[in-house]
């Protein structure tokens, strides 16, 4: 079809979520590596047009942000309501289960060393976090993972592209033996929650 790029374009803006490559390969009825080409076009035009907004990859697919530089003035607009940032022990938590998901609440705190309920309640409640399935161990306990949302907020495309960092000593042993999810995916909460803010 023509114009496959502001066809593109106008689903993202549509979506206001990320859209996988693949699925806006299958809706405009051409190959993935078209969608590739025509999401590459539209970021040079916004680029060479300083739009107030880009194109960001992430998860497999794209999604329409505002650009940084204008954070400022969009915040003046839409106000500061969800703005509050997160406290330390938030993004110790955060960073504990980025790197280590899935895991559960009581391996955060092994790693801590303190409870980390209220941590991960504002996690998930701000989207960074969501249920991954449950622990295959007594109790079955809640394995959590980060989202598109963590993904979006740190500017990266997936969890891969963290920074590296030596893990070595983070995690006790006997913890990181115990993080095998179980068979069955778990009930997972997929619906009300808040797009985190940066």
């Known amino acids: 079809m023509n114009n496959i790029k502001y ?5 993202l803006f549509a979506a206001g979520e990320p859209v996988k490559a693949a699925k806006l390969a299958v809706v405009l009825d051409v190959k993935v590596s078209e969608i590739e080409e025509a999401a590459e076009e539209l970021k040079a035009e916004y680029a060479r047009d300083h739009r107030g907004f880009d194109i960001i990859d992430i998860s497999d697919g794209y999604q329409i942000c505002s650009r940084p530089e204008y954070y400022t003035y969009i915040r003046e607009i839409l106000g500061e309501q969800r703005n509050q940032p997160l406290s330390n022990a938030a993004m110790e938590a955060l960073a ?7 895991v559960t ?3 955060v705190e092994k790693i801590r060393g303190v409870n980390s309920d209220g941590c991960i309640n504002r996690l998930y409640e701000r989207g960074l976090i969501d249920e991954a399935g449950r622990l295959d161990a007594p109790g079955r306990p809640v394995l959590y993972k980060t989202t598109d949302t963590f993904l979006r907020c740190f500017g990266l495309s997936s969890p891969g592209d963290l920074p590296e960092i030596n893990l070595r000593n983070i995690m006790p042993e006997d913890a990181e033996a115990e993080a095998k999810p179980a068979e069955s995916g778990g009930d997972a909460h997929a619906e009300g929650k808040e797009n985190a803010e940066e």
């Open 7 to 11: 066809a593109i374009e106008g689903i």
């Open 96 to 102: 504990i289960i980025a790197y280590k998901q899935p």
């Open 105 to 107: 609440r009581g391996m």
